[in-house]
């Protein structure tokens, strides 16, 4: 069974860092692209950032270049998605996601068949 889980998430003064995690389980996750998304209440879901599956392409919005770096290990199995600079726009529930069909960083959610179930993230004074 294909899971996905986030971790990280949490209260952070404006200007302030956070690293968020994503575990994966029932897959081996260096075969997969993985792309990270938000949503803040009452808006759509966004793109942050993904990596392709051999880690040498990553793509991220440009909302967040230059702030948050993706990276993942994939002895570990993990995803980490570390913000820095934060901004209280950047509050939002933060998803990552893969798909056994992607190998390139894809920005387009439709594309991705698995689904975490989120950790919020909070930017406030």
Same mark, same amino acid.
């Given at each position: 069974? /294909?899971? +996905? ?12 860092? +956070?690293?968020? *995690? ?25 793109? /942050?950032?993904?990596?392709?599956? *051999? ?17 993942? %290990?994939?002895?570990?199995?993990? +995803? ?23 190998? $390139?960083?894809?920005? %387009? ?10 950790? $919020? ?5």
């Amino acid at each position: 069974q /294909v899971q +996905l889980v986030e971790s990280g998430g949490g209260l952070v003064q404006p200007g302030g860092s +956070l690293r968020l *995690s994503c575990a994966a389980s029932g897959f081996t996750l260096d075969y997969y692209a993985i792309g990270w998304f938000r949503q803040a209440p009452g808006k759509e879901r966004e793109f /942050v950032a993904a990596i392709s599956w *051999s880690g040498d392409s990553i793509v991220y919005a440009d909302s967040v270049k230059g702030r948050f770096t993706l990276s993942r %290990d994939n002895v570990k199995k993990e +995803l980490y998605l570390q913000m820095n600079s934060a901004k209280p726009e950047d509050t939002a529930v933060y998803y990552c996601a893969a798909d056994p069909s992607l190998v $390139q960083a894809s920005r %387009d959610g439709s594309e991705y068949e698995y689904w975490g179930q989120g950790t $919020q993230v909070i930017v406030s004074s």
